[in-house]
């Protein structure tokens, strides 16, 4: 699996643990045409408006732990 | 969202009125009118919380949380049955078995809410954990003298005090049921998550208050006395709050997937 991927998965799983899985399913269409930064954008945004900013920065840097983007 | 939040408050309104001007508040259309409140927002919590499924983490939290609801709710209309058709006031009952159920059922909830937010208690105001903890330690005695100490009869069986005293057991765990909640919104400082477990934390204190002052005023609860028959306005309380607390998350992570699917129709 190359690195974009991952991220991909990563940010699904993310997206599933506070919004659901029927939100992450919709997020995973989203983000086949979509490159990572922008990935990393839109998760961020989600994230931040409903953990706040702080938990959403941790949880995005979690994310992206190991990856090289 | 100030629509749903009137709607709550008129109802509790509209309930309280009917309390202070019916001659009798055990009476049967008082009664049912409580039953209707606290199954429909039990309800109303149980269809929002099924937005997420229960293989999310905070799904899964939210989840329990309106399951422990429904269940009080299951017990309240039990217990309607029993007294207002059958006349029967004995303790305990099968009452009794769906209202200590809820306890750690809302303890498995608030607890995978607690790990799912990684609580980190270095970040916590110290004007909030102190706060916190110095209401925990004044609710915590006052559980201990008058739910756990009090509760014991000697003219009892030995059930109806077991009972009694896993009431009061049950009210020391929403203690620090209701301390978690407020740490979990903590962690989501800013965040709409963090509304939705400061109004759990809210709703699961007011049925502590109630829980509380039940164990006080027994008697006179029981025996219909105002302003001890209010006690019931409480307990709803707390139902609304958790029912409107689940409604607005509902709200908002209905808004991200209807957003979403915009974007990607749009696309197309």
Known sequence: MNESSKLQQAAVELISKYFGQNTAKVYDKFFVDESDSAIVVSVNSILSDYIGKTKAEEEIKKMTEGLTL | MIIRRYIFLVILLVTSIAYFLSPSDRALPIQTLYQVIS?????????????????????????????????????????????????????????????????????????????????????????????????????????????????????????????????????????????????????YRGGKLASFWKTMAAGFFVFLVADILFAMYRDQFMADIKPYAYIDLMWLSGYLLIAYAMLENYAHVYLVQKQIRLKLQQRR
């Open chain 2, 39 to 187: 199954i429909g927002a039990a309800l109303v919590a149980l269809y929002a919380s099924r937005i997420y499924g229960f293989k999310s983490a905070n799904g899964r939290a939210i989840i329990l949380i309106a399951a422990g609801l429904v269940v009080w709710a299951i017990a309240e209309i039990v217990w309607y049955v029993l007294q207002s058709f059958m006349g029967n006031n004995d303790f305990p009952t099968v009452t009794d078995i769906f209202f200590l159920l809820a306890y750690p059922i809302w303890g498995f909830g608030i607890y995978q809410g607690f790990t799912t937010a990684e609580v980190k208690l270095v970040r916590v105001r110290k004007s909030l954990l102190t706060l916190v903890f110095s209401a925990s330690i004044i609710l915590t005695i006052l559980v201990s003298y008058f739910g756990i100490y009090q509760a014991y009869d000697p003219n009892a069986d030995l059930l109806a005090n077991i009972v009694a005293i896993f009431y009061g057991l049950g009210d020391l765990v929403l203690i620090i049921l209701s301390l978690l909640t407020i740490l979990v919104a903590s962690e």
